[in-house]
T-cell receptor
Framework: DSGVTQTPKHLITATGQRVTLRCSPRSGDLSVYWYQQSLDQGLQFLIQYYNGEERAKGNILERFSAQQFPDLHSELNLSSLELGDSALYFC??????????????FGPGTRLTVT | AQSVTQLDSQVPVFEEAPVELRCNYSSSVSVYLFWYVQYPNQGLQLLLKYLSGSTLVKGINGFEAEFNKSQTSFHLRKPSVHISDTAEYFCAVSDTSGTYKYIFGTGTRLKVLA
């Protein structure tokens, strides 16, 4: 158990809908990272927040957005969902502000299925 | 921009045999290199990373990797594998400047056979 929690575990929704994925980092970790793992795109870094502020951006679509709240939990919002958004979405957390230097601890993921 | 190539999508190997998982990268700037493992139905776990210093990096669970700048490679090795090493392994690259950003390889599925 990494100490990172993600809810829900599974999510099934229809095209065009909007969903919110939630991540609670390990106690004391200030950074949250979001990743997408799909058969088509492989594993991709989406976005990072550090202590409430966006720190780094990867291959995140404009239809996706994220935020980190004062209690440090984070939400990833996916809108206008398409079939290709079906994937496993991971959250990770780290103590410091750069995942290259601080170990990231990954949650179990949320599996999103868009039908 | 960087890219990572993991040529082997699947590697079967017998228990207690050695294994090498290959990773090649492309970059016009200096890089950091990482290996992650993903066990079935779990998130990723860092095995080892190369930031600077010795090109031979030792990680957890008996794994090691060697950074070869001239061949732009960062192959992962283990001298003797166990059934429990069955998992997917991802190589990742990041440049050494700017903000955090990983580029992952497509993964290699290691299957250890009894």
């Amino acid at each position: 158990d990494s100490g990172v929690t993600q809810t829900p575990k599974h999510l099934i929704t229809a095209t065009g809908q909007r969903v919110t994925l939630r991540c609670s980092p390990r106690s004391g970790d200030l950074s949250v990272y979001w990743y997408q793992q799909s058969l088509d795109q492989g594993l991709q870094f989406l976005i990072q927040y550090y202590n409430g502020e966006e720190r780094a951006k990867g291959n995140i679509l404009e239809r996706f957005s994220a935020q980190q709240f004062p209690d440090l939990h984070s939400e990833l919002n996916l809108s206008s969902l398409e079939l290709g958004d079906s994937a496993l979405y991971f959250c990770a957390s780290s103590e410091g502000g750069d995942g290259r230097y601080y170990e990231q601890y990954f949650g179990p993921g949320t599996r999103l299925t868009v039908t | 921009a960087q890219s990572v190539t993991q040529l082997d999508s699947q590697v079967p190997v017998f228990e207690e045999a050695p294994v090498e998982l290959r990773c090649n990268y492309s970059s016009s700037v200096s890089v950091y290199l990482f290996w992650y493992v993903q066990y079935p139905n779990q998130g990723l776990q860092l095995l080892l990373k190369y930031l600077s210093g010795s090109t031979l990096v030792k990680g957890i669970n008996g794994f090691e990797a060697e950074f070869n700048k001239s061949q732009t490679s960062f192959h992962l090795r283990k001298p003797s594998v166990h059934i429990s090493d069955t998992a997917e392994y991802f190589c990742a690259v990041s440049d050494t400047s700017g903000t955090y950003k990983y580029i992952f390889g497509t993964g290699t599925r290691l299957k250890v056979l009894a």
